[in-house]
């Protein structure tokens, strides 16, 4: 069974510091593996996700996250945060072998600070 | 992306009563999926629903709680039968797109805030 873990519940950052957001899975094989935000109120919107290929991925909103399987992380990054980015943050990951549904992590809620 | 809408946006319910929840996609779509987002909490995946099939759902999860229609390729309804306030959550639907790349993607519609008193 595929598992998400989101080590930091809340993280507050400076508005125009850098945000690393930390995901760690367990799958057996290579998953899918995606970041949502959802601002309050709000639904989920796909920031970016890794299918195959380049472990660097670009995402909307300045978001990337780097896929690294030697630790089995999918940690998100902006290299400066803006007021907008509050928000909670969701890893998922997925698999074809699982029918492609996704499992998300407990999520980050992530407090910017002027 | 897909533009999906879900009906109604939030509703306040009486314990013991049942509220059927509406998503409708812009596209035709293979899979459709529910989740349940507990007050503070993850999302949680109830059930998976196809075109012309059963939905299938997850442990902790039952057809008679929880059923799910598929009538057709943009539109499916989940139904909270017997609520109590252990229901107050938010319920969102999804899509998922499989073309090339973007196999295994999921787009989310805005979510139901449900509260059972």
């Known amino acids: 069974a595929q598992s998400v873990t989101q080590p930091d519940i809340h993280i507050t950052v400076s508005e125009g510091a850098s945000l690393e957001l930390r995901c760690n899975y367990s799958?057996?094989?290579?998953?899918?593996l995606f970041w949502y935000v959802q601002s309050p109120g709000q639904g989920l919107q796909l920031l970016l996700k890794y299918f195959s290929g380049d472990t660097l991925v670009q995402g909307i909103k300045g978001f990337e996250a780097e896929f690294k399987r030697s630790q089995s992380s999918f940690n998100l990054r902006k290299p400066s945060v803006h007021w907008s980015d509050a928000a909670e943050y969701f890893c998922?990951?997925?698999?074809?072998?699982?029918?492609?549904?996704?499992?998300f992590g407990g999520g980050t809620r992530v407090l910017v600070k002027p | 992306s897909a533009v999906i809408s879900q009906k109604p946006s939030r509703d306040i319910c009486q314990r013991g009563t049942s509220l059927t929840i509406q998503c409708q996609v812009d596209?035709?779509?293979?899979?459709m999926f529910w989740y349940r987002q507990q007050p503070g909490q993850s999302l949680t995946l109830i059930a998976t629903a196809n075109q012309g099939s059963e939905a299938t759902y997850e442990s902790g999860f039952v057809i008679d709680k929880f059923p799910i229609s598929r009538p057709n390729l943009t539109f499916s309804t989940l139904t909270v039968s017997n609520m109590s306030p252990e229901d107050s959550s938010i319920y969102l639907c999804?899509?998922?797109?499989?073309?090339?790349?973007?196999?295994?993607?999921?787009?989310f519609g805005p979510g139901t805030r449900l509260t059972v008193t």
């Open positions: 998922a990951v997925g698999a074809e072998a699982a029918g492609n549904k996704l499992t």
């Open positions: 799958y057996g094989a290579t998953p899918y």
């Open positions: 596209s035709q779509v293979t899979m």
């Open positions: 999804s899509v998922e797109y499989r073309h090339k790349d973007r196999v295994g993607e999921q787009y």
